[in-house]
């Protein structure tokens, strides 16, 4: 914990994040909302949407919808997930 002493792991560090750093905002129990995404596309997988979700808990195959500019859904599901809990 002191600048001049070398230390032999980072798990202070890790202490003092979780003591000081704030959990997220979100609603894990809530409806999953993603506001934003990245969009890109694949030659193998074609259309990909990234993002991250705020509140709830999004799984593998789960249905989710899609709100297109001008106001229009599309109904697909989660076909990949690269899930953390940070």
């Given at each position: ?75 697909t599901k989660i076909t990949s997930c690269s899930c953390s809990t940070a």
């Amino acid at each position: 914990m002191e600048m001049d002493t070398r230390g032999e792991s980072l798990q202070p560090l890790f202490e003092a994040i979780v003591e000081h750093v704030p959990p997220p905002r979100g609603k894990p129990r809530g409806a999953a909302s993603d506001p934003g995404a990245n969009l890109d596309s694949s030659d193998y997988l074609g259309r990909i949407a990234i993002g991250r979700v705020f509140n709830g808990t999004v799984n593998l195959n789960d249905p989710v919808m899609v709100l297109k500019l001008g106001g229009a859904t599309q109904q697909t599901k989660i076909t990949s997930c690269s899930c953390s809990t940070a």
